[in-house]
């Protein structure tokens, strides 16, 4: 079946992998890539795969509600995959309506876009079922406790319902059915675009999926994120901001698994279902970070733990939630998905990638990107 999928924020972290891996896979395919290119959007993301026929890229912004309704029917659009937003939770906290204009009403903008296209045509665009895919994030959910019933330290053995033993830092996950709680402006106004996805299908037979992944980690992560700012910093021996006590727990997953996990439920996902994606894979912030150091040090032939005196405690962000953990044993067992990697292998090729790739973040890292670092982490 031919196809013509709009991925909105492709130029961005996790879009580009999307974008790529759909152009690569889908020859018959036609892939448009929709990013305003903010700061997090890059074009250098995706210089491997520019020149493919099936592709085009298209600078508009998701707001723009005329543009985006010409696109749709210039290119006879049947799929979309929403990823822009704006996805860092810092910021949000310093400019929350940035992010309610983007995540909230550049949500609705494609809702209203799709919606007028497709609804004249019974949710069909020739022979093609229509699709509206929304990518979300476990921070919906709020956060989880660290405790267990018996008593015993954490990290302990806990059986998800998937029926797979692995580490964990609480007896509770964040399931499909676990209600919204989000806690800071960037996950509020996640929140908020997912009751509106959900809308469009309760209301008007939209043929939506909404799914809400854990911690991505990969190349091409713009360094304001935790792992390839460390990384940056490692490298160059600056200090390393820690939140709080650095005990804060995340679940982290490799950012081609999450690509692959996309492909799948675009394509066979239920309509109007949700699916968690995530590796059952849980790490405090500072026992990442002291992989990290190991690692960096290790590649640069420095002694090994040699850079640990750069761990710099800061205060804490405002509202840090304290754990995520997202169970995903129904993707797992109803679409047969899997992580590929482990945490290991995973962290050694993103720590090498960017090692290898200094010429990509120093072009992130240039213009205003030293004034934001220093206007972020001022006073803490
Ligand atoms: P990112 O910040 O790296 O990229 C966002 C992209 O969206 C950029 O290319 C940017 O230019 C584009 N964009 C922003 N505003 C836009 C607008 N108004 N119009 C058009 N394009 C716009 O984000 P990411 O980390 O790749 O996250 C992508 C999506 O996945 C987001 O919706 C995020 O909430 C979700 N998510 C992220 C993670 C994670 O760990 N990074 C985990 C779960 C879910
Ligand atoms: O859980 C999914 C979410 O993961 C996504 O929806 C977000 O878009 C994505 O940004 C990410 O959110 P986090 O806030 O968890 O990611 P971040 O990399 O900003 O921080 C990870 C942890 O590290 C968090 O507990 C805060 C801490 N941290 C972060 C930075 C940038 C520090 O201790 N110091 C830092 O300088």
Redesign the pocket.
Known sequence: MKRSIVVTGGAGFIGSHVVRLLVNKYPEYRIINLDKLTYAGNLANLKDIEDKPNYRFVKADICDFETVCALLQEEKVDGIIHLAAE????RSIKDPFTFARTNVMGTLSLLQAAKLYWEPQGWKVGDVPCRFYHIS???VYGALQMTDPEGIEPPFTTKASSGKHHLAYGSEFFTEGTKYQPHSP?SAAKASSDHFVRAFHDTYGMPTVVTN???NYGPYQFP????P?FINNIRHRKPL???GK?E?V?DWLYVEDHARAIDLIFHEGKVADTYNIGGFNEWK?IDIIRVLINTVDRLLGRPEGADMDLITYVTD?AG?DLR?AIDSSKLQRELGWEPSLQFEEGIEKTVRWYLDNQAWMDNVTSGDYQKYYEEMYKGR
């Open positions: 996805s860092h939770v810092d994030t476990d921070e960037y992944c854990s911690n304001e994120k935790l792992i700012l901001p820690v939140y650095g804060n995340r912030n962000r840090h995520y």
